[in-house]
């Protein structure tokens, strides 16, 4: 069964701070990973990682894949509060439905 | 149209009442996926349609869930009996083809009282 487990599960930073989320993950077959913000309502689309090494970058926010020690991470520098929000991280295995595989999300707080 | 558009955005029923939650992908999209949102978690899998056909429904929980895509494009998640422990928020995605990245909609937040 794939499982994605994504850390820390809070965070609390000020405006202006870089943050790092993680995202480590065991799956069948794997094919790609998926990084979504959430705020109040859908999921929107960030990033598709399937190269290990690869920086994938729009404006302040970037991610990396891993795919020797099976992790990814999503960096945000000089953060504002509007990335305030839920950052879900997804893998896509081999699996007949081609679902995605969440993690439980880690909930990013910047204050002003 | 332009996003996945879900309907009704809350409902709130009693417990053993039946439900019917719609959603509209985006044009063109093949692909259409059900997922259960619980408070505090990442959205769980339900069932996958390619066309008209339930290609997987492995994550259903139970009998009492079904879903249909009757012509390939309006999909609606139907809850018989509904229980306490069905209330979450149900997101519908679609893509264009099998592959990733999935676009969700907003979710239809289900309160069993």
């Known amino acids: 069964e794939d499982k994605v487990v994504q850390s820390p599960l809070s965070l609390v930073v000020h405006e202006g701070d870089t943050v790092t989320l993680n995202c480590s993950y065991e799956?069948?077959?794997?094919?790609?990973l998926l990084w979504y913000k959430q705020e109040k309502k859908a999921p929107t689309f960030l990033f598709m990682l399937?190269?290990?090494?690869i920086e994938k970058k729009s404006g302040r926010l970037s991610s990396i894949l891993d795919k020797k020690e099976l992790f990814s991470i999503l960096n945000i520098t000089a953060t504002q509060t509007g990335d305030s929000a839920i950052y879900l991280c997804a893998v896509d295995g081999d699996n007949a439905g081609n679902m995605l595989t969440f993690g439980g999300g880690t909930r990013l707080m910047v204050k002003p | 149209g332009a996003g996945v558009s879900q309907t009704p955005s809350n409902k709130v029923t009693e417990k053993g009442k039946y439900v019917e939650l719609r959603c509209d992908p985006i044009?063109?999209?093949?692909?259409l996926y059900w997922y259960r949102q619980s408070l505090g978690q990442g959205p769980e899998f339900l069932i996958y349609f390619q066309g008209t056909g339930a290609a997987d429904d492995s994550g259903l929980p139970n009998d009492r869930f079904f879903a249909v895509r009757p012509e390939g494009s309006v999909s609606t998640l139907k809850i018989q009996r509904t229980e306490r422990g069905d209330s979450a928020v149900y997101l519908c995605?679609?893509?264009?083809?099998?592959?990733?990245?999935?676009?969700f909609g907003n979710g239809t937040r289900l309160t069993v009282t």
């Open positions: 399937t190269s290990s090494g």
């Open positions: 995605a679609s893509s264009l083809t099998r592959a990733p990245p999935l676009h």
């Open positions: 044009s063109g999209h093949t692909a």
């Open positions: 799956v069948t077959n794997f094919r790609s």
